[in-house]
């Protein structure tokens, strides 16, 4: 569809004088805030919903879309976002992403998707954009463990809106308590199962011997002590999904039988003759390198690529530090939920530089810990265990100044290559360490990289 559009400005909300009517009649007609965006970002034209949600747009204050949804100063992709507008232009085709956005409600996940405009000669002239709220904040009763607006866990949660309404296979990778079964749970409960059950399967439980039995299920009589029929998982999961976790345990004899199970859709109970057909949703996961380990020999190939579809990697706490504050609220109401229990500055500062290598399962332990330690209302360091108390600046790490006099030029390279080797977050976090606007680290880092390609991108 192309629109032959001529306006540069945003009326003041009152009758149109700038011919514009028909584009807000359209605009309008969307239930969720849209905008026409012109090729320099300048929101053109927004609807009711928009204003609504964003403030109203007056003509002579000429807003960008990165300013009133981002906050930025620059274009998203020049502060380390995917921006659709400029992947719009670049494939001339639709774009989809998912952002954190400023809202009326305060920070926001939206799902920004963008639709060029073309003039009558085919050329992209204007975009349309259509800011659709994110699906996970429409179902919390599970999922609300899922929490964070960090670039790295936001790719993540885009990742499972992309999936989740498919049928498609998902392996969840990651560390160890980096809330894989939350993501299978948002997977299944934005999915058309989500009526459906959700069964979980703690697949290094499950010896040889009760691998089949358990998962299969059995008939009367099938071996000693099978004094009556039992319904297996993969039974109770039908018309719901099946979620795997630690799939990696599973003993090789064994992944013949789930590769079965895989690829027929059907089953047979133990000591049973009627085959028995499988309806369910596969999520895997994992803390396991799988590549690694069909190359060693211990998980078969062809269960790796047809359980490997859609892998979706959950980052570790480490490199999403600026979610910790939010994290720390929420897992507080839950430790302690007759208390309103607050961190204190330091204890904070502390938390933020631990590198938690049990992740979130280990964030709920210490706070849980230094919950029943207070007597107030404060956490305070001394709550904490040591070791998030001790200095993570060894002697040893920071640049000094002994020796000879050098250009500053080369003393602020060796520091920005220091700290882009030592910070465990993202570039947004680190420019917020050290002062800088996002787009100034992102330039400094690329001078860096061109002296040396061994620094860390």
Known sequence: MAYTLSFNVI????????????????????????????????????????????????????????????????????????????????????????????????????????????????????????????DLHQQPRQTHGLIGTS??????????????????????????????????????????????????????????????????????????????????????????????????????????????????????????????????RLVCATHRNLKRMVEQGRFRQDLFYRINTFPITLPPLRERRDDIPRLCQTLLKRVAPERQLVLHPDTLQHLERYDFPGNIRELRNILERASLLCDGDTLLPSHLPEECRQDTLSASEPIGFQGPIRPLKTIEHDYLRWAATRHRGDKRSLARQLGLSERTLYRKLGAILRDDPLCPD
């Open 151 to 280: 670039s790295s866990f936001t790719r993540t949660l885009e990742l499972i809106e992309r999936v989740a309404p498919r049928q498609t296979t998902v392996l969840l990778l990651g560390e160890s308590g980096t809330g894989k079964e939350l993501a299978a749970r948002a997977v299944h409960e934005l999915s058309q199962r989500a009526n459906g059950p959700f069964v979980p399967v703690d697949c290094s439980g499950l010896s040889e011997s009760l691998f089949e039995s358990e998962l299969f299920g059995h008939e009367k009589g099938a071996f000693t002590g099978a004094q009556q029929r039992k319904l297996g998982l993969v039974e109770a999961a039908r018309g719901g999904t099946l979620f795997l976790d630690e799939i990696g345990e599973i003993p090789l004899p064994q992944q013949v039988k789930l590769l079965r199970l895989l690829e027929t859709a059907s089953f047979r109970r133990v000591g049973g003759v009627e085959p028995q057909q499988a309806d369910f």
């Open 11 to 134: 009326p003041d909300n009152k009758d149109d004088t700038m011919g514009l009517p028909e584009i807000h009649q359209l605009l309008d007609a969307y239930a969720e805030p849209a905008v026409i965006i012109g090729l320099d970002y300048q929101i053109l034209a927004a609807n009711r919903s928009y204003r609504e949600q964003y403030g109203e747009l007056r003509s002579h204050t000429q807003p960008r879309c990165f300013e009133i949804s981002h906050r930025y100063t620059q274009p998203c992709d020049q502060a380390g976002e995917v921006c659709p507008i400029k992947n719009c232009l670049a494939s001339g085709q639709a774009q989809r992403v998912l952002h954190v956005h400023y809202t009326a409600q305060g920070e926001e996940h939206v799902a920004v998707e963008a639709l060029p405009i073309r003039d009558d000669q085919g050329q992209i002239r204007y975009f349309l954009e259509i800011l659709h709220k994110s």
